[in-house]
């Protein structure tokens, strides 16, 4: 049975230098949710405990690509990660 608990609509790809292991590079997904309230925005539970990486961003209906990003550059912001942050690219 497959399960479509969302609709994967893009990601982003974030470069970070890390001061320990150099170049670091990740990707956080973007699922669109049709069960969740048009304007949410929130992160998914991490799975990992000890990690301040944001890897997957819940989003509804109605809420545009700029407030996502809007979105998750306040959240590098909060976590201090915003000045060691090189390159966000959509994929």
């Not at 609709?7 to 590079?25: D, K, S």
């Not at 700029?66 to 915003?82: A, L, N, P, S, V």
Request: proline share 4%; with cysteine.
């Amino acid at each position: 049975m497959i399960h479509s608990y969302g609709i994967n609509m893009f990601g982003l790809l974030v470069e970070v230098n890390h001061p320990t292991y150099g170049l670091e590079r990740y990707k956080i997904r973007i699922v669109r949710r049709f069960n969740v309230p048009t304007d949410t925005l929130q992160p998914m539970p991490k799975r990992r405990v000890a990690s301040e990486q944001l890897t997957c961003l819940v989003v509804g209906r109605g809420v545009s690509e700029k407030e996502i990003m809007e979105y998750i550059t306040d959240h590098f912001k909060r976590t201090g990660m915003w000045e060691r942050v090189l390159l966000m690219k959509m994929v």
